[in-house]
């Protein structure tokens, strides 16, 4: 069955750095998203991709947040400099509208700041 | 304004019986539900969903109801398993604000043997 995949599982960086986390989404959909989840608290939008560009974006997605698509399979968030909040685990997903608005997960990245 | 939101925090079942887990939702314009199930360690795995238009909805096991007069939508396990032991999330999505998930805050199920 197809999955998204996100590298890395775990991050570790110092405050102030600029980290990168990458997915790989199911490749027939269309819609991307990331997701973060602070530990013991719900899952929080942060921003929907499509057609290349940001559809949505919440009030976390600040100027230090930004996502590209660098080529035709890969969806990467990026944080230019990481404050000690910004440790959560971070989910992204996809889903193609064919389907619904069921969102696909990958297991995610844990990114710890220091 | 978004709002989704669980009765119980923490649910214990014995194993064998039946799981009701329930959550409250208040946007109105909600038209599509769903219900996830997040092991330790892991991403949202989808269970099922329902859409508005529908007050129940079965698949393998699970059953999720949807009461639009009070906006209150449960997931519904039979026989519950050790395997089913997870945090449950349900999340709305209201069309007319694009396609976006708003998740509730979650509920432990722990499932007794």
């Known amino acids: 069955e197809p999955e998204v995949t996100q590298t890395p599982s775990h991050q570790v960086t110092q405050m102030g750095q600029e980290v990168i986390l990458r997915c790989v989404p199911i490749?027939?959909?269309?819609?991307f998203y990331w997701y973060r989840q602070i530990l013991g608290q719900k899952v929080e939008f942060l921003v929907s991709f499509y057609n290349n560009e940001i559809s949505e974006k919440s009030e976390i997605f600040d100027d230090q947040f930004s996502v590209e698509r660098p080529d035709g399979s890969n969806f990467t968030l990026k944080i230019r400099s990481t404050k000690l909040e910004d440790s959560a685990m971070y989910f992204c997903?996809?889903?193609?509208?064919?389907?619904?608005?069921?969102?696909?997960f990958g297991s995610g990245t844990q990114l710890s700041v220091l | 304004g978004e709002s989704v939101g669980l009765h119980l925090p923490t649910l214990s079942v014995q194993e064998g019986d039946n799981s009701i887990i329930n959550c409250a939702y208040s946007n109105s314009a909600s038209d599509y539900f769903i219900w996830y199930k997040q092991e330790s360690g892991k991403g949202p795995q989808f269970i099922i969903d329902i859409r508005s238009n529908m007050d129940k909805r079965q698949g393998q096991r699970v059953t999720v109801l949807l009461n639009k007069t009070v906006k209150h939508l449960s997931l519904q396990i039979a026989a519950t398993q050790p395997g089913d032991s997870a945090v449950y999330f349900c999340a709305e999505n209201i069309r007319e604000y694009g396609n976006k998930l708003v998740f509730g805050a979650g509920t432990i199920l722990r499932v007794k043997s």
């Open positions: 490749s027939n959909h269309l819609y």
């Open positions: 997903a996809s889903t193609n509208r064919e389907v619904g608005e069921k969102l696909f």
